[in-house]
């Protein structure tokens, strides 16, 4: 099935998945959970894309600690936490819950960009809940991500999410 949907392998991807994760291969059960989950994404199928996520993230207690186990459990937090968010809505409890590990973990092996990611969806969570000084607290650790990675795009969204908080505190 794997060789003969080479190159293409996203309309399977849930069923390769699932040969995989039954023959106990769990390192291609993620690869193609994840890969399930993204081409989900990409169709609206949010629901579809957390219960891919979800699987392949308890798949992942069957590998080693790895620097890719670590990069695909931060990828797939990513996914639940944007996925919750459109699912549920920006104030749902699992997008604040996939959202802080995600922080965790970024900081945790050093990937500047994606805890960039993490903390503007922890500022949507804490933006529509109304903790607006709380939200505050992560736009500025957004831009001083963003200065200190010399990102200006990025530092642009800082400054946005920072404007959009004190705006509603004044």
Request: proline residues 1%.
């Amino acid at each position: 099935l794997e060789v003969g949907y080479r190159g293409g392998t996203e309309e399977v991807a849930a069923e390769l998945a699932l040969h995989f994760e039954h023959a106990g291969d769990y390192h291609r059960a993620v690869q193609y959970l994840h890969q399930a989950a993204q081409e989900a994404v990409r169709r609206s199928g949010y629901q579809e894309a957390i219960n891919c996520a979800t699987t392949a993230l308890s798949l992942l207690k069957h590998l080693e600690p790895s620097s890719q186990k670590a990069e695909w459990e931060l990828s797939l937090d990513l996914l639940l936490g944007a996925c919750f968010s459109a699912a549920k809505g920006y104030a749902a409890a699992e997008a604040n819950e996939a959202f802080s590990k995600a922080r965790a973990l970024s900081r945790k092996i050093d990937n500047q960009a994606l805890l960039f990611q993490s903390l503007a969806g922890l500022w949507s969570f804490r933006f529509v809940r109304g903790e607006l000084n709380f939200a505050l607290e992560l736009a500025t650790d957004m831009c001083e991500l963003a200065r200190r990675g010399r990102n200006p795009m990025s530092l642009v969204h800082g400054h946005m999410a920072a404007g959009i908080a004190l705006f509603y505190l004044a």
